[in-house]
C-alpha cells in the first residue's frame, strides 16, 4: 500500500494542476485566494503556510478544501503546529462560503474571537480548541443559523455562558469545556428548538456555579458533562426512566440531592456523580440499565445496601467508596 501510494499522489496532483483548469480542485476563485494570503500574512507568513503560494490555485493549498462545482473555498484546518502565533486573523470572514473552520492545537494563537466572525453566515462546524485564546464566548454566534457544532473546548475562554446559544435551530454539540466561564448555566437552555433534538452539551472544567436549572430536565439530552464545576442542589431532573439521555458526568460538582427517588435512563451508558454531597441510597432499579459501563458514586454522601445485580457487581469498590453508610458487595457487609 505504501509503496503504491507515491503513484497515486502524483496522478492527483497532476489532474489538480494548473494545467488542467477544468478539474474543480485546481479553481480558485480570486476574492477567496486574497483572503487566503491575508490570513497567512496575518500569521507572519508562518512556514505552516509554505503551499500558499499565488502561483498555485488555492483549492490545492495545504489546510484548504472547495466546493469542486463552484471552487469557492468552504473548509479551512489549520491544526497542530506551535509556531503559528498571532490572534485569529479578521481576514477569515472574507471567506463568505466557509463552512468549517478548524482551528485546533494551536498554542500560539491568542486573543479573543474576533467580532468579523459573525459575517461567516453559512457556517456550520466553528471549531477553535486547544489554543490560548481568551475573552468571551462570542454572544453573536447565535446569530449563525447553520451551525451544527460549536468546539471552543481547551482554552481561556472567560465571562458568562450567552443565554442566547440556545436559538440555534439546528445545534447538535456545544463544547465549552476546559475554559474559565464562570456564572451560572442559562436558563433558556432548557428550550432549544424542537426542531432538532438538544445538542451534546460539554461545560465541564469551567467556574460555573449556582444551580443546575431546572429547565433543563426537559430536552432530551444525549450526551451531558457538566463535571469539575461548582454547581449546586438538585439534579435528579436530569435522570428518569424515559429519558434517552446516555452518557451524564456531574462529577466533582456541589450537588446534593436524594438519590433514592432517582429512576434511571433504560440506555445510560455512563453516569460520574464522584464527588458531590448525593444522599439516599442507590435505587435497585439501577440493575435495569444493562448497558452501564461506567458508573462511579464515590466521595457522596449516600447510605444503605448497594443493591446486588449483574450491574452493580460490574463496579469496585473504588465506584463505592467514600460514602456515609454505604455498604454490601463490594464494599464491607451492611451491619
Ligand atoms: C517550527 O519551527 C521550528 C524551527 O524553525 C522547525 O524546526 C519546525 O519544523 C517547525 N514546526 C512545524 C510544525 O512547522
Ligand atoms: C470562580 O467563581 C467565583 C465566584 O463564583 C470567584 O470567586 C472565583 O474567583 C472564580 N475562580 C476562578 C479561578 O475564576
Ligand atoms: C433506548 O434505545 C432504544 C434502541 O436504540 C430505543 O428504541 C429507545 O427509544 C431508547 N429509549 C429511550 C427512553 O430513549
Ligand atoms: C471513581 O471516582 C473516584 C474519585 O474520583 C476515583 O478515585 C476512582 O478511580 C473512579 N473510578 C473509576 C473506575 O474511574
Known sequence: MAIKLPLLSILLLFLSSPLFPAASAGRCNSDDKKAL?????????AYHFASWVPSAACCDWYDVD???STGRVTGLSIFQDANITG?????????PYLTNLLLHHLPGLTGPIPSALSRLHRIQLFRISFTSISGPVPSWLSTLPSLSIIDLSFNSLSGSIPPSLSLLPGLLALHLDRNHLSGSIPDSFGSFPKSSPPPDLYLSHNNLSGPIPAS???PTWGIVDLSRNHLTGDASFLLGSNKPITQLDLSRN????????VSFPVNLTSLDLNHNGITGSIPAQINQVT???????????????IPAGLV????SQYEYFHNKCLCGTPLAACK
Open 37 to 45: 494570503l491575508a490570513i497567512k500574512a496575518a500569521f507572519n507568513n
Open 66 to 68: 472547495c466546493d469542486p
Open 87 to 95: 490572534t485569529i486573523p479578521a481576514a477569515i470572514a472574507d471567506l
Open 216 to 218: 433543563l430536565g426537559g
Open 254 to 261: 456541589r450537588l446534593s440531592f436524594d438519590l433514592s427517588k
Open 291 to 305: 448497558g452501564l459501563v461506567l458508573f462511579n458514586v464515590s466521595y457522596n454522601r449516600l447510605c444503605g445496601e
Open 312 to 315: 452493580t457487581a460490574r463496579f
